[in-house]
């Protein structure tokens, strides 16, 4: 019954039909109505330190993100290759594996992704040659114990065992002759990925970018900077007495605070609105015409400043997007003023697209028609708030994505830091490595690094949390109905007397091949036990043929779909499956090869 149960999931693990969430639940219901399991049994991976960490780990990732850290390390990195496109290679494939070493590695090319291409396309070479190669680097990056899950799963399996644990950096040796010879091979395999149709491929609409939208709504010259002075008539007052846009045609945009005591200099900034009330210092964003703007700042005592859209860009708090006018939104026919847009949204309309012309004058009476776009300005809180008011109007492009993509820059110390502490206390072993990545986890929120718990919730990738939890106890009922003890045993005696060696090359190779079908966390759940009982039952160290499981369950190039990154790259890199076979078979194969006879000279039976 229970190798029926792992073989349907099996197929529908393959079939991509169903999500391997779902057939994980259902395979983990399954053993338990048939009674194979326990309750508890078949709820153990719930509280397994290994989905614990995973969470953790997540959250980690995500403050390592969120504030930039990993993009800045990777970029000025990069900047040492310059133009040559072979050190461009080497370099992206060293720093996707570096980064990929202490974070999942779908996070790390998504970070990776657009610095490549962006770098692909200032320098005039193929993008195709390095995406690829990047996807596989991601997972070649095995120098540390939470670079992927499978190494998890393996130390898991040892502390179950009673045997000595791994260090942190006890996968390093392993990660450099993996990312070595995947280097080596992709040097050469990746020139097949280059062809000549590579600048007709078609992109998906994206969202625009800030640069965009001050190019098409002529911000550049529509948008200024100015300083108020303590001697200024606008100080202590509020815009609603200022009456700045009936006054003067001009619209107040952002207001910066500047610190107001001596030991407080941290600056503030708010979206401007009527009850925004001006203190001397402040900086001010204006939008509207030179000539209207020229006036307000001669009558009100104002300095003119350099404005750049950097300056008065998005911010971790403040933003940009569109909003698309309804046909039946009762904005229609009214004015900017009439229609209180910023008192019932809280938001400032800027400005004005109608019909491919774009407005940027005094927005107070300028009625809005069906199919106008506006170009909005506020929080990222408020502005994705507009979402519900689906008669209205909708947003173009996705602005709660556009806030996610906003780094936090000014905390990635605080990113550094935090990582580089939960790093020294598992490599110390001061407490359970479960509990510094959990300690690092509340810390990333605590101290800003991720804006709250909520982004924290969201950053974790629950679909896979759940599959391993569910697929966990899928080894147990292994150990329980005899099938570990059977397939071990097949592989030990069935085969013939084929020694340590052959017994390693046979786990890694049949990891190898159920990881094209399966999950990798999966497939090394269910090998690492029956790895260990084999070694075990010829009398040998069970290390080799456990780093065997996880290295040859990370190192799956073959397909598109064995893991994330692999399918990341696929669209944007224009490959085809057929790019993969002849890629990332050769490589598979190479690795595999050489692990059989480096893991005995690193581990040795």
Request: glycine share 8%; with cysteine.
């Amino acid at each position: 019954m229970t190798l029926a149960i792992l073989i349907v999931s099996c197929v529908f693990f393959m079939s991509g039909k169903v999500r391997s969430d779902i057939v994980a639940l259902c395979a983990l219901l399954a053993l338990l109505i048939f009674g194979i399991l326990t309750p508890a049994e078949a709820l153990s991976g719930f509280a397994s330190p290994v989905v614990i960490m995973m969470v953790g780990l997540f959250v980690v990732g995500a403050g390592i993100f969120r504030t930039g850290l990993a993009k800045m390390i990777s970029s000025r990195i990069l900047r040492i290759g310059g133009k040559n496109e072979n050190v461009l290679f080497v370099l992206v494939m060293l720093v996707t594996a570096l980064i990929g070493a202490f974070v999942s590695n779908t996070g790390t090319v998504a970070v990776m992704l657009p610095i490549v291409m962006s770098m692909a396309a200032s320098s005039g070479i193929s993008s195709s040659r390095y995406l690829m190669p990047m996807a596989f680097a991601s997972s070649m990056g095995l120098f540390t114990l939470i670079s992927t899950p499978p190494n998890l799963v393996i130390q898991e399996a040892l502390v179950d065992a009673g045997m000595e644990p791994l260090g942190f950096f006890s996968f390093a040796p392993v990660g450099a002759v993996v990312v070595a010879v995947g280097i080596g091979v992709l040097y050469f395999l990746s020139r097949l990925l280059v062809r000549k149709d590579e600048g007709k491929r078609n992109e998906k609409r994206k969202a625009k970018t800030l640069a965009e939208l001050v190019e098409e709504y002529n911000l550049v010259h529509l948008s200024f900077q100015v300083e108020v002075p303590a001697a200024s008539p606008m100080v202590g007052r509020s815009l609603k007495e200022l009456r700045i846009g009936s006054l003067y045609d001009v619209s107040v945009g952002r207001i910066i605070h500047a610190p107001q005591t001596r030991f407080r200099r941290i600056t503030t900034e708010e979206v401007a609105g009527p009850e925004s009330v001006i203190l001397a210092g402040d900086v001010l964003h204006l939008h509207g015409s030179e000539e209207h703007v020229d006036r307000l700042v001669a009558e009100q005592g104002l300095v003119a400043t350099e404005w750049s859209p950097k300056s008065s860009g998005e911010t971790a708090d403040t933003g940009y997007a569109e909003a698309f006018i309804m046909p039946n939104s009762h904005l229609i026919n009214h004015t900017v003023a009439d229609s209180r847009f910023r008192e019932l949204y809280n938001v400032n309309v800027l400005g004005i697209k109608r019909h491919g012309e774009y407005d940027l004058g005094d927005m107070r009476d300028v009625k809005m028609h069906a199919g106008d776009s506006l170009l909005i300005q506020g929080t990222w809180d408020n502005i994705t708030a507009l979402e519900e008011y689906t008669d209205e109007f909708v947003l173009l492009g996705q602005p709660e994505k556009r806030a996610a993509r906003v780094t936090l820059d000014r905390k990635a110390p605080m990113a550094a830091l935090i990582m580089a502490g939960m790093i020294l206390l598992m490599v110390l072993d001061v407490i359970p490595g479960v509990a510094a990545v959990l300690l690092a986890a509340v810390f990333m929120v605590l101290t800003g690094c991720l804006r709250n718990m909520e982004e924290a919730y969201t950053s974790i990738n629950w679909a896979s949390v759940v599959l391993i939890a569910a697929m966990i106890p899928m080894s147990t009922a292994f150990d329980k109905t005899g099938i570990t003890a059977a397939i071990s045993g097949f592989l030990l005696h069935g085969l013939g007397d084929i020694g340590p060696q052959g017994l390693l090359a046979m786990v890694y190779f049949v990891t190898s091949l159920t990881t094209m079908f399966i999950s990798n966390t999966a497939t090394a759940v269910l090998f690492a036990p029956i790895a260990m009982d084999a070694a075990l039952r010829m009398g040998v160290s069970p290390y080799p043929f456990l780093f065997a499981v996880a290295v040859s369950a990370s190192m799956c190039f073959a397909s598109p779909f064995s893991t994330p990154p692999n399918a990341l790259v696929m669209s944007a890199g224009g490959y085809r499956f057929g790019d993969y076979i002849r890629v990332g078979l050769p490589l598979q194969v190479v690795m595999g090869v050489v692990m059989i006879f480096v893991l005995p000279l690193l581990f040795p039976f």
